[in-house]
């Protein structure tokens, strides 16, 4: 026999175990807070920064509808559930707007609690319940993507799903009408804040058939809670989908035996409304972003030209190894096989339990689709480990003994969790002097104006400074970065300076194309009069180039911090857009874990700079050094280059001794505009003008 001990707690001591574990939850969350308080650099405004790049759209769109108004084609979300709610509690909460969405995420992603404890209260095991809070509300993955300053939509997208298994199970349970608005409710919230979230919930839909089909189908009651469940889903207003079921539930609740009858044309109206409003497209699209798609293939191609495909580059997408798997589920490989095998126990004695299915089922699909998927099986695994260890301590006959002893579990299952949120300390997505960068350029450009920059940075820019940008955390894809790319790898100043003009004015001009079919790249071709793209990209360094008239300025922004990623930018452009020839792969490798030796300087990663004979040895292949270089500041702040040449071929290197880092790169990097303008300084006075030059950030402004 699997099933518990029946519990029925009271009202007060269920409050009571909702409090502990919210402010556990809480506590967890200031730990970060307490270590990087101290780090000048994180701080702007007299507070922490936020430790997630997408949190700055979502506060550039809360930023906008406080203050009433936005620039058109700015891309800022004020129409997203985020923003709506984060100025609304901005009005509310007496605390500054970067206290506000630091902390955020800490409080409302504790709420996990809540809906757990309620799953265990519902099947008459609160212990059960409030142990899986304690778990789920800090396990790897949930805790990463809810801690302090990880301002973004994941502080709501597993409370809500969960709190809609909550509803469900309630309904299975109990079988009455009035647990049929909750359905409902949580389901179009959920929707409301996470648009994504279609997928899984048609999901419980056809978990909810399938459960009918199974064990009760001539239930109509399970019926019932399939169409409430598809009344969420439907891709029509909020208030619409509260107020439909409403009506439906008011025949349901006051006209039995005439609901009995025309249930299933209802039923199939509403099918019928689904497919209308969406079906499986939103699904289907999700699925081929994420799970059937051929991750040996690094190009998408359109129409007309071949891309370099982002997804290949983002590594939440990528295949993750089993140990990191149950790592970010269940804080240990240990706990996540135990917590397996609890779930499936827990289903086993609680049927109710097979609608948390397509939860595990997102969180497993984790395995080949990416690390981001893992975040979703933490509440059911955090189900499976609590019922395991009161299961077992139900063997206990002294009671005392009994409590004590699911404590000790709880807390040997809590404390890899609680050292992994001891050692992750997450830096801030910005330092101080990278935001007063962007907070000059602010004040130096206008609203209208654009910057070029890779994609991630594009949020912080737009949110700092108040401009517009080519492409950001949510547009990136192959043909919106292969311009920046290109002008950040461009080895003159012409193209790149050509390129920077002619997109960001083809950009905005196709906002108002209500006709156009092809992406920007594509249309600004056409409109160019150009087929072949490498025809395009020759004429582009062309001096006499004619480009369109100039309606707003143009800044192009190059941070240190792009050293970093500076090989996969350059991805994106380093390809032949027709497909036709493979273009050689360039080599650009960067470190400070430097070593002197005195005979050599070692680099890392089998990569060595011979003194005696200016050599490089990489492994065991010896290659010339062509340049070195030094960089570095004078007390001025101005860049000085010490330049020796060894050799007509071969690698270059150089030595930014101001940053104690060395570069190790071909011609085709060290020709590149980002090495060029941001390590030596060395720009084109007729085509760009320095706008910010400091040692983290550089701006320039484009003369044409």
Same mark, same amino acid.
């Given at each position: 026999?699997?099933?518990?001990?029946?519990?029925?707690?009271?009202?007060?001591?269920?409050?009571?175990?909702?409090?502990?574990?919210?402010?556990?939850?809480?506590?967890?969350?200031?730990?970060?807070?307490?270590?990087?308080?101290?780090?000048?650099?994180?701080?702007?405004?007299?507070?922490?920064?936020?430790?997630?790049?997408?949190?700055?759209?979502?506060?550039?769109?809360?930023?906008?509808?406080?203050?009433?108004?936005?620039?058109?084609?700015?891309?800022?979300?004020? /129409?997203?559930?985020?923003?709506?709610?984060?100025?609304?509690?901005?009005?509310?909460?007496?605390?500054?707007?970067?206290?506000?969405?630091?902390?955020?995420?800490?409080?409302?992603?504790?709420?996990?609690?809540?809906?757990?404890?309620?799953?265990?209260?519902?099947?008459?095991?609160?212990?059960?319940?409030?142990?899986?809070?304690?778990?789920?509300?800090?396990?790897?993955?949930?805790?990463?993507?809810?801690?302090?300053?990880?301002?973004?939509?994941?502080?709501?997208?597993?409370?809500?799903?969960?709190?809609?298994?909550?509803?469900?199970?309630?309904?299975?349970?109990?079988?009455?009408?009035?647990?049929?608005?909750?359905?409902?409710?949580?389901?179009?919230?959920?929707?409301?804040?996470?648009?994504?979230?279609?997928?899984?919930?048609?999901?419980?839909?056809?978990?909810?058939?399938?459960?009918?089909?199974?064990?009760?189908?001539?239930?109509?009651?399970?019926?019932?809670?399939?169409?409430?469940?598809?009344?969420?889903?439907?891709?029509?207003?909020?208030?619409?989908?509260?107020?439909?079921?409403?009506?439906?539930?008011?025949?349901?609740?006051?006209?039995?035996?005439?609901?009995?009858?025309?249930?299933?044309?209802?039923?199939?109206?509403?099918?019928?409304?689904?497919?209308?409003?969406?079906?499986?497209?939103?699904?289907?699209?999700?699925?081929?972003?994420?799970?059937?798609?051929?991750?040996?293939?690094?190009?998408?191609?359109?129409?007309?030209?071949?891309?370099?495909?982002?997804?290949?580059?983002?590594?939440?997408?990528?295949?993750?190894?089993?140990?990191?798997?149950?790592?970010?589920?269940?804080?240990?490989?240990?706990?996540?096989?135990?917590?397996?095998?609890?779930?499936?126990?827990?289903?086993?004695?609680?049927?109710?339990?097979?609608?948390?299915?397509?939860?595990?089922?997102?969180?497993?699909?984790?395995?080949?689709?990416?690390?981001?998927?893992?975040?979703?099986?933490?509440?059911?695994?955090?189900?499976?480990?609590?019922?395991?260890?009161?299961?077992?301590?139900?063997?206990?006959?002294?009671?005392?003994?009994?409590?004590?002893?699911?404590?000790?579990?709880?807390?040997?299952?809590?404390?890899?969790?609680?050292?992994?949120?001891?050692?992750?300390?997450?830096?801030?997505?910005?330092?101080?002097?990278?935001?007063?960068?962007?907070?000059?350029?602010?004040?130096?450009?206008?609203?209208?104006?654009?910057?070029?920059?890779?994609? /991630?940075?594009?949020?912080?820019?737009?949110?700092?400074?108040?401009?517009?940008?080519?492409?950001?955390?949510?547009?990136?894809?192959?043909?919106?970065?292969?311009?920046?790319?290109?002008?950040?790898?461009?080895?003159?100043?012409?193209?790149?300076?050509?390129?920077?003009?002619?997109?960001?004015?083809?950009?905005?001009?196709?906002?108002?194309?209500?006709?156009?079919?092809?992406?920007?790249?594509?249309?600004?071709?056409?409109?160019?009069?150009?087929?072949?793209?490498?025809?395009?990209?020759?004429?582009?360094?062309?001096?006499?180039?004619?480009?369109?008239?100039?309606?707003?300025?143009?800044?192009?922004?190059?941070?240190?911090?792009?050293?970093?990623?500076?090989?996969?930018?350059?991805?994106?452009?380093?390809?032949?857009?027709?497909?036709?020839?493979?273009?050689?792969?360039?080599?650009?490798?960067?470190?400070?874990?430097?070593? /002197?030796?005195?005979?050599?300087?070692?680099?890392?990663?089998?990569?060595?700079?011979?003194?005696?004979?200016?050599?490089?040895?990489?492994?065991?292949?010896?290659?010339?050094?062509?340049?070195?270089?030094?960089?570095?500041?004078?007390?001025?702040?101005?860049?000085?280059?010490?330049?020796?040449?060894?050799?007509?071929?071969?690698?270059?290197?150089?030595?930014?001794?101001?940053?104690?880092?060395?570069?190790?790169?071909?011609?085709?990097?060290?020709?590149?505009?980002?090495?060029?303008?941001?390590?030596?300084?060395?720009?084109?006075?007729?085509?760009?003008?320095?706008?910010?030059?400091?040692?983290?950030?550089?701006?320039?402004?484009?003369?044409?």
């Amino acid at each position: 026999m699997l099933k518990l001990q029946e519990e029925h707690t009271s009202l007060r001591t269920i409050l009571i175990l909702m409090a502990i574990a919210y402010l556990f939850s809480i506590s967890m969350r200031f730990i970060w807070v307490n270590e990087v308080s101290s780090v000048p650099q994180f701080h702007w405004n007299n507070e922490l920064m936020i430790s997630n790049n997408d949190g700055y759209s979502f506060a550039e769109g809360a930023r906008d509808i406080l203050q009433g108004h936005h620039e058109e084609h700015d891309l800022s979300p004020v /129409d997203s559930a985020m923003s709506k709610i984060t100025a609304l509690l901005s009005q509310i909460i007496p605390v500054s707007f970067e206290t506000l969405i630091l902390y955020m995420p800490s409080f409302i992603g504790s709420l996990i609690v809540i809906p757990l404890i309620l799953i265990g209260r519902s099947l008459n095991q609160t212990t059960m319940g409030f142990i899986a809070a304690l778990i789920g509300s800090i396990a790897h993955s949930y805790y990463n993507r809810t801690m302090t300053g990880y301002y973004d939509t994941d502080m709501l997208n597993i409370v809500l799903p969960v709190l809609e298994v909550y509803s469900l199970i309630l309904a299975l349970t109990h079988q009455r009408n009035r647990y049929l608005i909750p359905i409902t409710i949580s389901i179009a919230l959920y929707q409301w804040w996470y648009p994504q979230a279609y997928a899984l919930d048609t999901a419980l839909f056809m978990i909810i058939i399938g459960y009918a089909l199974a064990f009760d189908r001539k239930n109509i009651y399970i019926y019932k809670i399939a169409l409430f469940i598809l009344i969420g889903i439907l891709a029509i207003p909020l208030i619409s989908k509260i107020s439909l079921a409403l009506v439906v539930f008011a025949f349901f609740h006051f006209r039995n035996e005439l609901s009995l009858k025309f249930f299933w044309p209802l039923f199939a109206g509403i099918m019928g409304i689904y497919f209308f409003t969406g079906g499986v497209d939103p699904i289907w699209a999700l699925l081929k972003g994420y799970v059937f798609r051929d991750t040996t293939e690094n190009t998408l191609q359109t129409a007309v030209l071949n891309y370099y495909n982002v997804m290949s580059t983002v590594r939440e997408a990528g295949h993750i190894p089993f140990t990191l798997f149950a790592e970010r589920i269940s804080g240990h490989v240990i706990t996540f096989v135990l917590a397996c095998i609890g779930y499936v126990m827990a289903i086993i004695a609680y049927r109710p339990l097979l609608v948390t299915l397509p939860l595990a089922g997102l969180g497993f699909l984790a395995m080949s689709s990416g690390l981001r998927f893992t975040i979703y099986a933490v509440p059911v695994m955090a189900i499976g480990i609590a019922y395991l260890i009161v299961y077992l301590s139900q063997f206990i006959q002294i009671k005392a003994v009994r409590y004590v002893s699911m404590l000790l579990l709880t807390v040997a299952i809590l404390y890899p969790n609680y050292r992994h949120i001891k050692e992750y300390m997450m830096p801030t997505v910005m330092t101080t002097g990278e935001v007063e960068a962007l907070h000059q350029l602010g004040k130096i450009a206008s609203a209208e104006d654009y910057v070029v920059a890779w994609w /991630d940075y594009g949020y912080p820019i737009r949110y700092y400074s108040d401009i517009k940008t080519w492409i950001d955390g949510g547009k990136h894809s192959g043909d919106v970065n292969y311009p920046a790319s290109f002008v950040l790898t461009a080895k003159d100043s012409t193209s790149a300076a050509h390129m920077m003009r002619l997109y960001t004015e083809y950009t905005e001009k196709g906002f108002s194309e209500t006709n156009k079919t092809k992406n920007d790249f594509e249309y600004m071709m056409e409109k160019e009069g150009v087929r072949d793209p490498n025809d395009f990209i020759t004429t582009l360094a062309l001096p006499e180039y004619k480009l369109p008239q100039k309606t707003r300025d143009v800044y192009l922004y190059l941070p240190l911090r792009m050293m970093e990623i500076f090989p996969t930018v350059a991805l994106f452009s380093n390809l032949d857009l027709t497909g036709k020839s493979q273009p050689q792969q360039p080599f650009f490798y960067s470190t400070r874990s430097v070593q /002197d030796t005195g005979q050599t300087i070692e680099l890392g990663q089998g990569l060595s700079i011979v003194k005696a004979s200016s050599t490089l040895k990489i492994g065991m292949q010896s290659l010339p050094i062509k340049s070195f270089y030094q960089v570095g500041y004078d007390k001025d702040q101005k860049v000085q280059v010490n330049q020796q040449n060894f050799a007509s071929e071969g690698l270059s290197v150089i030595y930014m001794a101001s940053y104690g880092q060395f570069l190790v790169l071909d011609d085709y990097y060290l020709q590149s505009q980002y090495i060029q303008m941001f390590v030596f300084e060395n720009y084109d006075k007729n085509l760009f003008q320095p706008v910010i030059m400091s040692p983290m950030t550089k701006i320039f402004k484009l003369k044409i």
